[in-house]
């Protein structure tokens, strides 16, 4: 299985394609923002049929679970879910089958911090499996 994972301001999927606006960047300012996470799963065709799971955690740069401040628990920042490749009958046995998804959220982050949105797939992970940005300090009102 691969994957290839991209942060961008916010994305979606429509007629099995990822739309994403603002992609591709590596540094935010700080504070509640808005982030999404475009994944495209690039599935084996002897994985299709198969249920995958995975699980998108956030963590610092410490590799510890980000926890959002105003949270009611401490339940760390993440998101399981599961997906079936289905393999399309006019396609020659071989081909590689790709699943879009995004995931969007508003986050509150701290300045001056590195975080990194890491992968893992059915008990599995990579290094390639990992979204990382570093947020800014905040800008001072201009008077």
Sequence with gaps: ??????????????????????????SRGAGSLPCSVAVLFHVPWQETD?????VLRLIDEDGRPVV?????DDTPVHIKGSFTARR???WAPGAE??????????????????YSWTLEVNGQT??????????RQAQQPVR
């Design 1 to 26: 299985m691969r994957a290839t994972m991209m942060l961008a301001d916010y994305a979606q999927i429509a007629d099995g394609k990822l739309f994403i606006s603002g992609g591709g960047w590596s």
């Design 50 to 54: 198969k249920k995958t799971e995975f």
């Design 68 to 72: 959002q401040p105003n949270a009611l």
């Design 88 to 90: 399309p009958p006019d």
């Design 97 to 114: 089958v790709n699943v879009p998804m995004t995931f969007n959220a508003v986050l509150d982050l701290k300045p001056n911090q590195r």
């Design 126 to 135: 990579d290094d390639a499996w990992r979204a990382s940005f570093e947020t």
